[in-house]
């Protein structure tokens, strides 16, 4: 998996090398050179967040939180998913905190895209058509079976079901969850770029514009998730 | 890094410093600890009646594979102890001198025993420590090999629980030496398929799983049946392209080269393909099959029988000395092995497809509360099975649902308490770190939250599910429901019997 993708483009991606990173699950991450990021092929998933909590001890994590989370997106299996559920095999209702203690555990370089970053990288592949993205990672795949039914599954169901606007719904950055971003604006920590499907939400990516969420530390919400880049600088 | 079996006792303990085997009261070579992790260990066994060449054939390999550097450049091997070291310089006088090699020691004088079938006596096992690094296409491998006496081979009885009955247990590929020179007297009474038995009857005595284990039939002597003029050899002459392949030993002349420089010459500029000399190995083997089933005395029931065991069988030939020594046991002329690393390309090859299956035990902490009836369950009960378990001779892992490290590994005890962190009820974090060779068995006082994730996988077949509960939380193809003390003893012989095919 950590070789470069076959692809047509291959200028603009390739697969990252630390795709050998056992904290990543098997979910795959893509370097994109021109931005010098790597980011998460997706949002990050219920199953890569159990893999954090079985190995972290924190009291901030118990049980009841997760189930808390869960309450608002309640988990499916892999083999669940489908057109209609997608988005809850991806973790929600995370507050940009704990999202953080994820990112650290992951390794240093990882963080929480901030707005300009996210940006950057949904214009850098809005337009960019790769049908057979999926398929290229797949053909090579060595990470475990369940991760593997993971990327099968959301493959057809984006192929099958998701618009034509290239990458960014290839990676579920439109139709996907809404993302926290650091600093949308001065003196605003955090906000929310993306185009849930199942959520109305005032961001409007293709326009630069995030949705700023009221109290993003106090409250949970049932439509925002993440992903994580790791800076290559 | 797991606890490594000790090679004498085989079983995993505490080494101590400076590391012994405290059971048998020998040292344990620093260098077999030491790269234990990295350098995976090739465990092999003679099995043969008395005289039918096998130590003979282990002073053979040994020079061969201290010469090897010649033929593979970048191989090459170390002993890891003084008794390997100061075994293989015996044998290497011996056959300097031309002399057969002196047949096993026994641990017994003759002289003492009652009579030669009498049982044979426990003793230090004492194996040969080998590394033996770089093998095309293979890699380094620790090569553990426990060289039996004969005598052990002569009656079904003969096998009892000591030290060399163990290493056969944990050796999965079994060197059984076969001298067709002596097979095909008509004053032999033992057949092949009589040795075949007797090596199944000890296992079966023991209770150990025949499956997956592999015998490779070693022809000893095969320079008889391959090159003699003589006419009760010419009866059972092997088939032509055995006795090209046989003529045509690439490492022919290979102990050779450091006195000869034409020698030392070609093998520098010899190429070798491991792909090509496998693939040869596969096609003699299956014409050797051929010969067993119309020659060889007792043949068709070795083939029928390992076949009946599901028990691999593989044939090769060797010739250790190249030459039959005179009645004084001299070698009138200089010996010539041929083909002698065949039988341990066959060992490697094989060991390859017998990768470790382990059993990943992922225990509920909720066990360990009051949250769980006592009636239903004990932690006693859980130990007993735990040591049972062990005698299989997999690796067990223990693990706690929702905490990714293991909370004892293979050779330690089980954990009595769990750990303080469990981040919730999940196992995918455990089972996703397997390999798909291992087996599960899950103890749960509660629903497991991700247990659907594995619906339809190959966890469906390999991982059993137990529930401490009046019925089952969840739905799963393997499931057993322990509702009191008295169910454990059923699930118990349940488990043990998966364990024997598995």
């Known amino acids: ?233 | 890094m797991s606890i490594p079996i000790c090679p004498f006792c085989l079983t995993r303990h505490d080494f101590g410093i400076p590391p012994r085997c405290s059971s048998h009261g020998v040292d344990i070579p620093q260098l077999f600890l030491e790269e234990y992790d990295r350098i995976p260990t090739l465990w092999l066994v003679t099995v043969g009646f008395k005289e039918h060449g096998k130590s003979s054939y282990i002073g053979a390999l040994t020079e061969v594979l201290e010469n090897i550097s010649s033929v593979w450049k970048t191989s090459t091997c170390q002993y890891l102890d003084e008794y390997t070291f100061t075994t293989v310089k015996k044998i290497r006088e011996q056959t300097v001198m031309g002399k057969v090699v002196d047949p096993t020691p026994t641990w017994k004088p003759r002289d003492q025993r009652a009579a030669p079938s009498e049982v044979v006596e426990s003793h230090t096992i004492q194996p040969l420590l080998i590394h033996a690094f770089k093998i095309p296409n293979f890699g380094s491998y620790c090569v553990v090999t426990y060289d039996v006496a004969g005598e052990y081979f002569s009656t079904p009885n003969a096998i009892r629980d000591d030290g060399y009955l163990r290493s056969l247990n944990a050796v999965k590929n079994i060197w059984f030496f076969v001298d067709l020179d002596q097979v095909f007297k008509l004053s032999n009474t033992m057949n092949v398929n009589q040795l075949l038995q007797v090596y199944l009857a000890g296992m079966t005595r023991m209770g150990w799983s025949l499956r997956n284990r592999n015998l490779i039939v070693v022809y000893t002597k095969a320079d008889l049946y391959a090159n003699s003029k003589n006419s009760e050899a010419s009866r059972h002459f092997l088939p032509k392209d055995v006795c090209d392949y046989y003529r045509q030993d690439p490492f022919y002349q290979l102990l050779n080269p450091r006195s000869d420089r034409d020698l030392r010459k070609k093998f520098q500029n010899m190429e070798f393909s491991m792909e090509n000399y496998l693939s040869e190995m596969e096609h003699i083997s299956s014409l050797l099959e051929n010969y067993t089933r119309d020659e060889v005395p007792g043949g068709q029931d070795l083939i029928n029988l390992a076949a009946q065991k599901q028990i691999g069988l593989k044939f090769c030939i060797v010739s250790a000395l190249g030459t039959k020594p005179g009645n004084d046991g001299v070698l009138s002329v200089d010996k010539n092995p041929h083909r002698v690393i065949d039988p341990f390309l066959w060992a490697l090859k094989m060991n390859k497809g017998l990768e470790n299956r382990n059993v990943k035990l992922i225990l509920d902490p909720k066990l360990f509360t009051s949250d769980v009836a006592v009636d239903r369950f004990s932690i006693p009960l859980l130990n007993e099975f735990y040591s049972t378990m062990q005698s299989f001779d997999r690796e067990i892992t223990t693990y706690f649902i929702g905490n990714a490290s293991p909370a004892s590994i293979a050779g330690q005890r089980l954990p009595n308490q769990p750990p303080r962190h469990c981040g919730g009820r999940f196992i995918g974090p455990i089972l996703d770190q397997g390999s798909q060779n291992d087996i599960a068995l899950v103890i749960t006082a509660d629903e497991i939250t991700d247990l659907d994730d594995y619906r339809g996988s190959q966890w469906e077949d390999r991982m059993h599910y137990i529930a401490v509960a009046e019925f089952p939380f969840q739905k799963w193809k393997n499931t057993f429901t322990l509702r009191s003390e008295t169910d454990f003893p059923v699930f118990v012989n349940g488990f043990n019997k998966i364990l024997q095919k598995f």
């Open chain 1, 1 to 233: 998996m950590n070789q470069t993708a076959n692809n047509p483009i291959n200028d603009l991606y390739i697969l990252d090398d630390d795709n050998q990173n056992v904290r990543l699950c098997g979910f795959p991450l893509l370097r994109i050179p021109s931005l010098k990021l790597s980011l998460q092929i997706l949002p990050v998933t219920k199953i890569q967040f159990e893999y954090f909590l079985c190995d972290q001890p924190d009291p901030d994590f118990s049980e009841s939180v997760y189930s808390e989370m869960l309450s608002l997106n309640p988990r499916i299996s892999p083999n669940q998913i489908s057109a209609d559920n997608y988005w809850k095999i991806f973790l929600t209702g995370i507050k940009p905190q704990e999202a953080q203690k994820f990112a650290s555990w992951l390794g240093d370089s990882y963080q929480i895209p901030t707005k300009e970053e996210w940006g950057k990288i949904f214009n850098a592949l809005n337009k960019v058509k790769d049908v057979e993205f999926y398929s290229r990672i797949l053909s090579d795949y060595h990470g475990s079976e369940r991760v593997k039914n993971v990327l099968i599954k959301l493959k057809d169901t984006i192929q099958n079901s998701l618009g034509d606007n290239g990458l960014t719904d290839t990676l579920l950055m439109r139709n996907g969850v809404m993302e926290w971003v650091a600093h949308p604006e001065l003196n605003i920590e955090w906000g929310g770029m993306g185009d849930p499907k199942f959520h109305n939400g005032t961001s409007n990516p293709d326009a630069y514009v995030h949705e700023t969420p009221r109290l993003p530390g106090t409250y949970r919400f049932n439509h925002y998730g993440f992903r994580l880049i790791k800076r290559l600088d």
